[in-house]
């Protein structure tokens, strides 16, 4: 069966376990990413070859390419191209995942690719993708939708640990950030973790830390700028349960389209 190639729009956590769900089954994957992504888990993010060069995440290796032909190139070299382009590129990728999860539809058409995927809210398959991948936590994560929509977003984080909204940190105000602690650490409640500008981020409960977004960012009031993790124990390295579901509902969808189409 011809591989076709697949390009994953969004490098951050949950767009990584489609990129790991899809090249583990051998498909060539090419990431696109912002110049400056926002990622806040960024040791399971693909995005972070856009700062550091490279990331390797559970066996697979990404690497930030050049250009377009360069990332195409290392996709078929069995690692994953990561390239800055803002808008769809064109690779000539059979496969578009648009995985920024911006809630909303930005740009993505039925025209942009043979098969158009699309994850959460804000997408109705048959209309502006192929098909919806549902991301909210619950009996539904993972699922392909083929007609429809996905659950509409709720602004409410799902629950980790017993944990909801307030395991996630905002920027508190806008500014740059700057960190007392790295992904990994244990801190607890109340411990300044770091500033946004002049204002402090405090720990809202003992944990671990799973995610902070890069150190030196510019970040806007109210964004998502940091993850802690109730559980103590949890592998901050590893791709989450969630990241994985929804890239296994974007390879069931890959694979069902092949077979639809031979």
């Known amino acids: 069966m011809t591989r076709e190639l697949c390009l994953i729009r969004g490098g951050g956590d949950l767009a990584t376990g489609v990129a790991w769900r899809l090249t583990r089954a051998g498909f060539p994957v090419v990431v696109t990413e912002l110049a400056a992504p926002l990622t806040v888990r960024r040791t399971v993010a693909l995005s972070t070859a856009v700062d550091n060069g490279t990331i390797s995440i559970e066996g697979m290796v990404g690497r930030r390419a050049n250009s377009l032909g360069e990332a195409v190139g290392i996709a078929h070299g069995g690692d994953v191209g990561v390239v800055v382009s803002p808008d769809l590129p064109a690779l000539g990728a059979s496969v578009v995942v648009d995985a920024r999860l911006a809630k909303i539809n930005i740009d993505t058409t039925l025209q942009d690719a043979d098969l158009v995927v699309a994850l959460g809210p804000g997408f109705t398959a048959g209309e502006d993708c192929d098909v919806v991948i549902e991301t909210m936590r619950g009996p539904r994560l993972g699922r392909a939708i083929w007609s ?33 602690f790295s992904i990994g650490d244990r801190v607890g409640k109340h411990d300044v973790l770091g500033m946004v500008g002049h204002s402090e981020v405090r720990c809202p409960f003992d944990g671990l830390v799973r995610g902070l977004i890069q150190e030196g960012q510019l970040v806007q009031a109210g964004c998502k700028i940091g993850d802690i993790d109730p559980r103590i124990d949890v592998n901050y390295e590893e791709i989450s349960d969630k990241a994985l579901s929804i890239g296994g509902g974007v390879l069931e969808a890959v694979l069902t389209w092949q077979n639809r189409s031979n």
Do not use: D, F, M, Y
Request: hydrophobic share 35%; proline share 6%; aromatic share 4%.
């Open 148 to 180: 429809g929509s996905a659950i509409a977003n709720t602004g409410a984080p799902g629950q980790v640990g017993g944990k909801g909204a307030e395991r996630v940190l905002r920027a508190p105000t806008a500014g740059v950030t700057s960190w007392n």
